[in-house]
């Protein structure tokens, strides 16, 4: 299977466009706000890469005078994005243009058939149920930014929780199956958290933990960085490998529009 190079940029910029499309921070609304749509993930340790097949974005608006129910179409170019090339922080924009003038209430992403994900080098397709193809995302005021008659939107394709395992066959063969959680969010109303944690050769995996929310991150040359967290306190778990002990940092405080870094983080055997 071909790696996209472009295409999942592409897709992070569309989900830029929607924030900007979204309503203002006051009851006012925007005429024909610019949009702009970011992609991020929330990664998963388990794979090397999550390839997703995205066929369509529409935004539905609040105005009963529009065709379709309200539901807006996005430009934006269908196909297969590896969605890990976008952890740690990392955005794209996918998408950019011009709505009407309306309040976005409900985001829709249309996913395709041509899921797969790779481990270890060996491809496995992520199968998808019809009904888990079209994920609605309901949006309020505190999921996007409005800053300069422009609207900001991130969505979140958490492929940690979106892939399980099917059970449907038999034997070792069951595979994979697709059940998408895509969180919509923007950063006046959320926090992040980062850091640094070594040595590499512990293979951490990062979870920031509040109540029964887990948001993951898998360093990259040792650093990290969580986004898109509601404001709380934390407890922040780094599960090491080969032989290296867990840490686990307790009371860590997200603020709405800051970064919260933690101190540099030492592992030991």
């Not at 539905?60 to 890990?84: A, Q």
């Not at 070792?172 to 050769?201: D, M, Q, S, Y």
């Amino acid at each position: 299977m071909k790696t996209p190079s472009n295409n999942l940029l592409a897709l992070f910029s569309l989900v830029a466009i929607i924030f900007i499309a979204c309503q203002k921070e006051s009851s006012e609304n925007i005429s024909n706000p610019p949009v702009r749509i970011y992609l991020t993930d929330h990664a998963t340790p388990i794979f090397d890469s999550v390839f997703i097949d995205i066929q369509k974005l529409e935004v539905k608006l609040e105005d009963d005078t529009l065709s379709n129910g309200g539901w807006v179409n996005m430009s934006i170019r269908p196909g297969v994005y590896n969605i890990l090339r976008f952890r740690n922080g990392l955005d794209t924009l996918f998408a950019a243009g011009n709505l009407p003038n309306s309040q976005i209430r409900k985001v829709r992403m249309t996913l395709g058939t041509q899921n797969s994900v790779m481990r270890n080098g060996q491809s496995s397709p992520l199968k998808i149920k019809d009904k888990e193809r079209e994920v609605v995302i309901n949006l309020t005021s505190a999921n996007f930014d409005v800053s300069n008659g422009q609207v900001w939107l991130w969505l979140d394709f958490d492929a940690g929780n979106s892939i399980q395992v099917d059970n449907s066959g038999s034997g070792n063969n069951n595979g994979f199956e697709l059940k998408p959680h895509i969180k919509a969010f923007g950063k006046t109303n959320t926090g992040r958290i980062e850091g640094k944690v070594f040595p590499l050769a512990a293979n951490p995996i990062v979870k920031a933990v509040i109540g029964a929310d887990t948001a993951t991150a898998i360093p990259s040359n040792g650093e990290f960085k969580i986004i898109g967290l509601n404001p709380g306190t934390y407890t922040v778990i780094i599960d090491a490998q080969n032989g290296y002990a867990d840490t686990t940092i307790t009371n860590v405080r997200v603020v709405n529009r800051e970064d919260t870094k933690l101190p540099m983080i030492t592992l030991h055997q």
